[in-house]
């Protein structure tokens, strides 16, 4: 298939990996460093990849992924779920959603559950498809459960605006879209992750290009390369990385070439801005509150703001003790370090949000796992305790 | 016509990702709602365990008036609750309340470290409670979900020593709330740590008065 086979050429990952090793040993030796080199994959995306094509295996033990907090449902945290709960269960409500956040745990209960109990809860693989129910459906209110990062806000903002333009009085949107930049720099903030690089979104830098990250390495000092999903981007990209440390230098540079314009999108970019702002505070599933990384509808379309009709709960509701997702976010743990990881939590009884998304770094684990490596780390840390 | 990535991030203006500052009005705002869900967390205690914090506040005085002592124990803030319960009962600030002996567990932090390195942290309390505790005493737990391995391992072995046992819990009273090992546990019941917390404060300060008012009485 074009545009996909040339990317998962055997041959040629063979040739990036042993660059990979070679770039790797090289640094190792002449910066005398006994530590391993953490990369962080920011996008959820990324995980996937280099856990369904085995990328993992195939990286020098001197490199570590360190799975960031890319994924929009992992990162919504339960009072979101419980909001969204209490408008759905309002009568005359059709709550539109997307699929994977149908079974992310509220304190209570999830989406589905409460589908199951009567609630109407439907699917939609887009929110144009929300306002088509709301357009098919006057008699009744049709909420559109917002949820993404700058990739999806786009489409939620040209939605809102049509409905406004067609003068659609049912549509409504509870927004829970977030941005991931400053969500980078809570992370380069964190005293206790030391990240030596990152590979950086691609689907998001498509929308926002590569400008708002240039403050990750004049004040950080660290390599930025945004990456595509395929294996060989993600190869590409760690090679990428590596040339940068290497040379001693430090740049935002564009892997994703052939989907990413170092300008992003304009067009969709007015979109997003002409019809949201941002919020003094969001909070985040286990990162906590951030300041400015959350976005509400402006005054212009408060009409079909779901949270001014609705008189949600907005509770800030802490996660269950024994799931420990935001440690999983923030890169300090592995998910096969969670203590409920893979017994009480699983994809199909699920109770961090990490183990619900297609996009999730315990989905991953858990879906294509891999043994040795779990096994390989888990030597280590015992080592060193 | 504004720069659209200036709007989305306000960091972009500054070298290091830093944000612009908040106005005040909005910090304000950020205080009201906050202490909003704090009374309604109050309220919804007080409903729903206004009897057992009189049933617990009946338990305490009893151990005092015996000659007892009250321990006290937590985890992270619910020990600073712990330390904070213990200096109301030792150094009372309200004239003609006189002192009564308490003692805050997590305070020994040689004990903590001593038994958390050499046996593990799931028995650092329980190993405070076999020195210090005495038939006829009362252990206090705090745990806002109810469910401290440390905390429970102790209630055991303090049940088993003859103490009694109280304990307050948030969220859905965790183990702690249906644990043959405590006696009377009090409930905030809501999912906010910061909530329960701020509940609890209020719960003992409000215990330690009814504990000196059912003292003043006869017995």
């Known amino acids: 298939m074009k545009y996909v086979d040339e990317f998962r050429d055997p041959a040629v990952g063979r040739k990036l990996t042993e660059q990979i090793a070679r770039l790797t040993d090289d640094y190792m030796k002449r910066e005398k460093r006994t530590r391993p080199l953490k990369l962080m994959e920011v996008c959820g995306g990324h995980t996937h990849a280099i856990f369904k094509f085995g990328l993992d295996e195939v990286l020098p033990d001197a490199i570590e992924l360190v799975h960031g907090p890319g994924c929009p449902v992992c990162v919504l945290p339960v009072g979101r779920v419980d909001d969204a709960l209490h408008i759905a269960t309002q009568p005359d409500v059709i709550f539109t959603t997307f699929g994977d956040a149908l079974r992310v745990p509220g304190s209570k209960m999830s989406l589905l559950q409460a589908k199951a109990q009567g609630a109407d809860i439907r699917t939609v693989y887009s929110p144009v498809d929300a306002l088509a129910i709301a357009r098919e459906n006057p008699e009744r209110e049709v909420v559109f459960f917002g949820l993404g990062f700058e990739t999806t806000v786009p489409s939620t903002a040209l939605t809102v605006k049509q409905a406004q333009a067609e003068g659609i009085d049912n549509f409504f949107l509870f927004s829970n879209h977030i941005t991931i930049v400053p969500t980078i720099k809570a992370i380069l903030d964190s005293p206790d992750l030391q990240l030596d690089g990152f590979l950086g979104p691609g689907h998001v830098t498509m929308v926002i290009g590569m400008r708002p990250y240039q403050f990750i390495c004049d004040t950080y000092q660290k390599p930025f390369v945004v990456s595509g999903f395929e294996p060989l981007d993600v190869l590409q990209s760690i090679v990428m990385i590596l040339r940068q440390l290497d040379e001693g230098r430090c740049a935002v540079e564009n892997q994703y070439r052939r989907l990413v314009n170092d300008d992003g999108n304009p067009v969709a970019l007015r979109a997003v801005t002409d019809v949201f702002q941002l919020r003094k505070f969001f909070e985040w599933r286990g990162l906590g509150s951030i300041d400015h990384s959350g976005l509400e509808l402006k005054d212009d379309y408060a009409a079909f703001d779901a949270e001014k009709k609705y008189a949600i709960p907005a509770l800030s509701i802490a996660d269950p003790k024994a799931c420990q997702c935001g440690e999983v976010l923030k890169g300090k743990l592995k998910p096969w370090e969670c203590k409920v990881f893979g017994t009480a939590c699983t994809p199909e009884t699920p109770i961090g949000s990490c183990m619900v998304s297609s996009e999730g770094a315990c989905a991953a684990y858990y879906n294509h796992g891999r043994l040795t490596t779990l096994r390989r780390p888990t030597a280590t840390r015992e080592a060193t305790t | ?219």
């Open chain 2, 1 to 219: 016509m504004t720069d659209p990535l200036a709007a989305l991030y306000p960091s972009l203006g500054s070298s290091n990702g830093a944000t612009g500052g908040v106005d005040d009005a909005t910090l304000v705002t950020s205080i009201r709602t906050k202490a909003e869900e704090s009374r309604r967390a109050q309220e919804a205690f007080v409903a729903s365990a206004g009897l057992d914090l009189v049933r617990m506040a009946r338990r305490l005085a009893a151990v005092f008036r015996r000659g007892g002592r009250l321990l006290t124990m937590g985890n992270g803030g619910s020990s600073c609750d712990a330390a904070h319960l213990a200096v109301e009962f030792n150094h009372p600030v309200t004239v003609g309340r006189h002192a009564l002996p308490a003692v805050h567990l997590g305070g020994d932090v040689a004990m903590l470290t001593a038994v958390g390195n050499d046996v593990g942290f799931a028995d650092v309390f329980t190993r405070l409670v076999i020195a210090q505790g005495r038939d006829g005493d009362a252990l206090f737990g705090f745990s806002t979900s109810g469910n401290s391995a440390n905390l429970l391992a102790a209630y055991a072995r303090a049940k088993t020593d003859g103490l009694v046992t109280l304990g307050m819990a948030g969220g859905d009273g965790g183990r702690m709330a249906h644990s043959p090992d405590v006696d009377v546990c009090v409930v905030v019941p809501t999912p906010s740590i910061h909530r329960v917390q701020e509940s609890h404060v209020l719960a003992y300060h409000v215990l330690w008065d009814l504990v000196h008012t059912l003292l003043a009485e006869a017995p």
